[in-house]
């Protein structure tokens, strides 16, 4: 086996090769496989328009990995866009003591549902 040690029999016969990517998106780096809904930062679109990342750090593909520097050559990961939503509201609030002087502010961050449809190296 190509990425660890199996703990017991029933590893070694339910054994099945995985194949994942890490991808670089918006600056932030994600482990992504084929069929895997990912929320990440929001990207310009429409919704249901294709997408495709050629910032592939890393593939993996059932026993063997390539491993880019920085990007893995003629790689690509090609995704669809779900929806754009708004995150969670977080709500900041400061003070200070003695002068009655209070703040709160909130923030939700804007997001983007993307589907991954095939990794291709």
Do not use: N, W
Not at 81 to 86: G, N, P, T, Y
């Amino acid at each position: 086996m190509a990425f660890g040690v199996c703990c017991s029999l029933v590893d070694l016969v339910y054994y099945i090769p995985m194949k994942y990517a890490v991808i670089q998106l918006s600056g932030k780096q994600h482990v992504v496989r084929e069929g895997e809904k990912l929320q990440v930062d929001r990207l310009e679109g429409g919704e249901q328009e294709a997408l495709t990342i050629k910032d592939v750090l890393l593939i993996a593909d059932g026993e063997t990995v390539s491993i880019g520097a920085p990007f893995v050559e003629k790689a690509v990961v090609k995704a669809k866009i779900v929806s754009h939503e708004k995150g969670e509201k977080i709500r900041v609030a400061t003070f200070k003591a003695k002068s009655r002087q209070r703040k709160v502010r909130g923030h939700r961050q804007h997001l983007t549902t993307i589907e991954i449809e095939k990794i291709s190296a």
